[in-house]
């Protein structure tokens, strides 16, 4: 058996290249500096063989906003064998709806209270702005950091959807509904979103970036982040 490890970044590779043999493994893992779209199948190929087990680093905090699909899609159709066990095995995708003034202000310009000689002075935002719903974006933040006392739950947690990366993967554009039932009077003025991974098939092993307060049984997580 062997492990080939595709590196794109030179630096980094070179450094794997010499921790390798430093460890005596360099009959066992071969660094590779490419990245994995480009390594090759075949008798003259970076691999000789389809590989049967896929062992991957490439999330972020949207889970795949760094080419991940891209990635495991080539992964499938090239490199691995059908049901070949990845590493990571599965991810799952969570949405919450809350209503949050502090939230909200990031895309939203309040009145500001200022104190002048005439005395305390209101500058209240245009009406255009008002209307302006702004740029659709993603806030990355440490959802650990956020209080709970910032905003009102108006929703329970729910799986907006789950990628078995032992499958084939497909990085095409697709769309993902979830009806949310509501548990309190608000304005659903944010999304809060995360994403948790099962390292093996079972599930017994699972590393989250759910924030403390959205799990009841922190013990047996594994706490990556939030966001």
């Known amino acids: ?37 480009e390594v090759t199948v075949g008798p003259d190929g970076d691999m000789p063989c389809r590989a049967n ?10 889970l795949i906003g760094e080419g991940a699909l891209p990635s495991y899609e080539h992964a ?6 059908e049901n070949c066990e ?6 799952t995708v969570y949405a919450q709806l809350v209503e949050s003034r502090r ?8 009145p500001v ?22 740029a659709p974006s993603v806030y990355d933040i440490q959802l650990n950091q956020v209080s709970p006392t910032d905003f009102t739950v108006l929703s329970d947690v729910l799986p907006m959807f789950s990628v078995d990366f032992s499958k084939q993967v497909s990085s095409s ?33 699972k590393c989250t970036m759910a924030p403390f307060w959205a799990h009841s049984d922190p013990k047996g997580l594994q706490v990556r982040g939030t966001s």
Not at 53 to 62: G, H, K, R, S
Not at 76 to 81: A, P
Request: charge should be neutral; charged fraction near 20%.
């Open 86 to 91: 990845a590493v990571p095995h599965r991810a």
């Open 173 to 205: 554009a697709a769309f993902y509904s979830r009806q949310f039932e509501p548990l309190a009077s608000g304005q659903a003025q944010v999304v809060l979103s995360w994403w948790d991974i099962e390292m093996d098939p079972e599930g017994k092993i």
């Open 113 to 134: 209270r200022v104190q002048t000689s005439l005395g305390e002075q209101v500058i209240i935002p245009p009406s255009e702005l008002e209307r302006c719903p702004g």
């Open 103 to 110: 939230m909200w202000s990031w895309n939203k310009l309040f």
């Open 53 to 62: 087990i896929l062992v991957t680093e490439l999330f972020d905090t949207e």
């Open 1 to 37: 058996s062997m492990a080939v490890t595709p590196i794109v970044f030179k630096p980094m590779a070179d450094a794997a290249v010499k921790i390798v043999k430093k460890n005596g493994f360099s009959d066992k893992i071969k660094v590779i500096n490419k990245h994995s779209t």
């Open 76 to 81: 499938h159709r090239h490199l691995v064998q």
